[in-house]
């Protein structure tokens, strides 16, 4: 019986599919431990696996952003970036690039310290890192621990190749097109980021122990032997360069039995069902609701032109700003159980997350996909392209267009999502843990 640490960083967005993973992992027969920052104890508990506390960047995000614990320079550059989407993809993706330093690289030699404890602590027989935590990656590397990489993301956060740059999305979808100059500038600073963090990454490895074999470009720093991707199998995805790893399209992370929230929520969907035929899910994640703007179009539009549905909104610390609409027919919560309530509603409007799509196309629920930033250029692209999803553009948005794409998705679900989510349903959590375990302790060895 293997014993595995899976890492993750301190955001819920990113802890919660790897909880599932962890779970999985412990069903198959491992012994688990799933390493996090405190307030994530939960998630191990639920997964039945033992915790470690371990928190590897002073960026956090427990449920909402904006009302985390965090430092000051942490809200200064998450307020900063909120006020860019407003201005559009580039814009968004550009304040991203700007930070990626602080949110994604702070302190590589405190976190090698603290993986170093943690190994001669627990000494477990190979680790799970989230592919975005770079800090972390750098450290298994450095300290020549076995592991295998977790993409949260798109599968393009991982670069396929030389050209490929991490920042830049690989397609957009039909609503959004930048302009050439805009994305000329967007490579530029995409790499610059990574020239400075392969150099980050060689003085590190340097700084522990000339002998380390230099990580190399440190954004394609990954497993040698597994690669899971929580991601559909689309034929058109670019292919990643032989590398000895197996890379495992792991489909989504929804667990076999959702928890239910309670019957306050059984409450709010039985009196909002008796009075509209239908259900629409509003939510943003865990950053974006606070855009409270997008969500009041969101409301207004979908009231306008779907007199038969209800809605309910995820709305962060926005919700008494949106108090105003709650009533017979919209329910507003600071959080809401999103993946109890996809087996539930009609349809969603999410941001094009990782965790909302494959969410989505595992219930077959029909969704509207508002991308802001990050890899969600990326997956509207793919949702429009299998026919799994509708795209429009956040920064343009009426409540014409948006009125209009919901009543169209309920009165004709998207082609592709009755084959796409039998697919992924073929594809969760217990399928992935199966094969990573093979992959990792197969006769070739761990390395």
């Not at 009075?275 to 306008?304: H, K, P, Q």
Request: hydrophobic letters at 45%.
């Amino acid at each position: 019986m293997p014993h595995i640490v899976v890492i993750s960083p301190p955001f819920q967005s990113h802890a919660q599919p790897l909880s599932v993973l962890a779970g999985a992992l412990a069903k198959a027969g491992s012994d688990v431990t799933f390493a996090c920052a405190p307030p994530f104890a939960r998630l191990a508990e639920e997964a039945g696996a033992r915790f470690a506390p371990l928190t590897v960047t002073r960026n956090a995000n427990t449920g909402v952003a904006r009302s985390t614990r965090q430092g000051v320079r942490e809200s200064e550059r998450l307020e900063e970036f909120i006020g860019s989407t407003r201005e559009g993809a580039i814009a968004a993706l550009l304040t991203q690039s700007r930070h990626r330093g602080e949110d994604m690289l702070a302190a590589p030699e405190q976190v090698l310290a603290e993986v170093r404890a943690l190994q001669e602590r627990l000494a477990p027989d190979w680790f799970v890192v989230d592919q975005l935590s770079y800090s972390v990656t750098l450290a298994l590397h450095c300290l020549g621990l076995p592991f295998a990489t977790f993409c949260p993301g798109h599968p393009t956060y991982l670069p396929h190749a030389p050209e490929a740059l991490f920042g830049v999305p690989y397609a957009w979808p039909r609503a959004i097109r930048p302009a050439a100059r805009e994305l000329a500038a967007l490579r530029r600073a995409a790499q610059r980021d990574d020239v400075a963090f392969t150099e980050r990454f060689a003085a590190v490895a340097r700084g522990h122990e000339p002998r380390v074999p230099a990580p190399g470009r440190a954004f394609a720093l990954a497993s040698r032997r597994a690669v899971v991707f929580n991601y559909p199998p689309f034929s058109w995805l670019p292919k990643h360069r032989p590398s000895g790893a197996r890379f495992l399209h792991g489909g989504h992370c929804v667990p076999p039995e959702e928890k239910g929230p309670g019957d306050e929520w059984e409450g709010v969907l039985s009196s909002l069902t008796s009075r509209a035929g239908r259900v629409v899910l509003i939510a943003l994640g865990t950053f974006l609701s606070a855009r409270d703007d997008i969500l009041a179009l969101l409301i207004r539009g979908i009231l306008a032109h779907c007199p038969d549905v209800a809605v309910v909104v995820a709305a962060g610390e926005g919700a008494p700003r949106l108090a105003q609409f709650a009533g017979p027919k919209v329910h507003v919560a600071r959080i809401v159980p999103q993946r109890w309530l996809l087996s539930r509603v009609d349809a969603m409007v999410h941001h094009g997350g990782n965790n909302s799509f494959t969410e989505c196309v595992a219930s077959a629920t029909p969704a509207l996909i508002l991308p802001f930033s990050s890899d969600q250029f990326s997956i509207a692209h793919d949702a429009e392209r299998a026919r799994l999803a509708t795209c429009l553009n956040p920064a343009t948005l009426t409540e014409d267009d948006a009125g209009a794409a919901v009543r169209d998705l309920l009165d004709h679900v998207p082609e592709g999502l009755p084959r796409w989510s039998e697919a992924l349903r073929q594809r969760g959590p217990q399928w992935t843990a199966g094969r990573l375990l093979d992959a990792m302790e197969s006769p070739a060895g761990i390395r």
